[in-house]
């Protein structure tokens, strides 16, 4: 647009302060430069003026920048060399060159926001005028076609109904993070396709996510697409697991990823809709869709989605410092996992007694008699954690106890052994063994304040570097 | 156009916009066949014959009729011929 020269005010009539200058609009108009009036809301303001415009579509006042009326601004040879917004007398006798212009209205008086900041217009403003960055392909649907309806036809859902991912609800979902629409964060398996911020948007719009959830989104795939998380074997396998999204550190709190009561359940947005949206990414930009690349005998339901937040304690280390990054870092951990197991001790007292419960529960990941096969996650609740924390026990040395509890004689769990075909192999006889590899036990907090129960989430039968590795990643933005 | 019908592709672009056809099956060999006539006049003569030369080649060939021609199939119709066949033919003019 090329901006005429001379004085451009901008204005509504809804606006009182825009009502106070309208008077004046008359005397500039009689001065020596030419004067535009832009009027966002109603023909009659300032009418009879020759430069008077109504700014119906609100394309002039986007293209300008506005964002208060009134606005002032002067334009010499085609080019903004002073603006200025509400009333500020000396402002406008500076800028008009009129030393007396509204000399007996009072010096200062605060505008409003322009109608092109109006709820829902800004984006609709941006896809009709603006560079919007977006680049995926459209997709018209037929007037009779039911936009849900639509979504579930082109495979494009997990089973659910989706969000149907319009531009408007995606600039809104972009507005989630600086980053660049067409940034490549990576390529996404099996199709190993690359993905950009802008298809995580649609996905994450898709999944229910808000905008404030979109960085730890991308920090989600970001942290799948990790060569030594392994999500192509995730997806490809016969066996159980999924993606599982940890999220901790105070990004988890300020936008609601649920830590507490029902933290591993449905009826959280945040929890639901990160960890869904980490999947549709997978199946849509990824190609990983069930029955084709994705061959799982049974599956778990934690494949729609599986997200929650560490309650994190200032008496136990969360789970993102025992990896290395700092307290107030908000991270996101992907763990290859499968379903939940609840663990139901009410009578430890002690945390000897609890730990021992742990290990005999944990030795049943994948099968009793098998051992450095899959990690695990172990989630403490507050009950059982403040058995722990009263006895002064750390979780790394609840940690140390499971390690010493798990780690036992390979002949009792040898293939043949007790009747069960299934066990390790002979080669391991006379042997101790570890139930778990080193590093594949994760501990963390989570869960509502009453029950005295825990839960184990079983990794990959696959886990360690012929896997996946749990991958932490930090959120940035 | 109405800006809520159109939406931003998901994917990675790799298949086209418009939806494919089913796969056709490389032989009716062991497959069965239903021949749904909707109620409209004389759909019968044809489909009446097409289950005969597919009889004839030895295809199984289920008979199915809609209520009306005017409405789409009963739910449980349309469930009943998609549990018992893999293919279907209907004639939609008179």
Known sequence: MTLPDGLIVVAKRECPTCTLVEPLLRQLAQGAEPLTVIVQDDPAFAAGLPGAVFDETLERSFRLGVEFVPTLIRVSGGREVARTHGWHRDDWQQISGLPDLGATLPALRPGCASKTLDPGVAEDLQLRFGNTGLSARTVELGDAEDPIEACFDRGWTDGLPVV????????????????????????????????????????????????????????????????????????????????LVIVNGPMARRVGVNS?????????????????????????????????VDRATLGT??????????????????????????????????????????????????????????????????????????????????????????????????????????TGPADALLAGVGGIAEGLPPALAGQQVPKFRPGGLLIVRAGGGAGLFSAIIAGWAASGPVGSIPVTKEITA | ??????????????????????LRPPSLQGLAVAV??????RGNVFLDRVAELLAAQGVTVNRYRKPTFTRPAPTALAQQIAAENQLVIEGLAD
């Open chain 1, 164 to 243: 149907p991912p319009t531009p408007v609800r995606v600039l809104r979902m972009l507005a989630g993070t600086p980053r660049r629409p067409d940034e490549v964060i990576g390529r996404v398996p099996p199709d190993l396709a690359p993905c950009t911020v802008e298809k995580v948007a649609i996905n994450a719009v898709m999944a229910g996510c808000k905008p404030e959830y979109l960085p730890l989104v991308l920090a989600a795939v970001e942290a799948a697409l990790v060569d030594e998380f392994g999500m192509h074997g995730i997806l490809c396998t016969t066996m159980f697991a999924g993606p």
């Open chain 1, 301 to 406: 339901p934690g494949k729609y989605t599986f997200c929650f937040a560490e309650a994190e304690d200032s008496a136990w280390e969360p789970l993102h410092v025992q990896r290395g990054f700092a307290r107030d870092a908000s991270t996101v951990t992907l763990f290859a996992g499968e379903g939940v197991q609840g663990v139901v001790d009410q009578k430890s007292r002690t945390p000897e007694s609890l730990a021992r419960t742990f290990a005999a529960c944990l030795r049943a990941v994948d099968h009793p008699k098998l051992a450095m096969a899959g990690d695990a996650v172990l989630v403490v609740s507050p009950d059982h954690g403040r058995v722990f924390l009263e006895a002064g026990w750390s979780k790394a040395r609840l940690l140390d106890e499971l390690t010493r509890l798990l």
């Open chain 1, 260 to 292: 507490g009561v029902n933290a591993l359940g449905q009826g959280h947005r945040a929890n639901a809709s990160i960890g869904r949206a980490l999947q549709l990414v997978i199946r849509n930009v990824g190609g990983g869709r069930p029955g084709e």
């Open chain 2, 36 to 41: 749904l006539d909707i109620s409209k006049a």
């Open chain 2, 1 to 22: 156009m109405n800006p809520s019908l159109v939406l931003l592709d998901p994917t990675s672009e790799r298949t086209p916009v418009a939806r494919a056809l089913a």
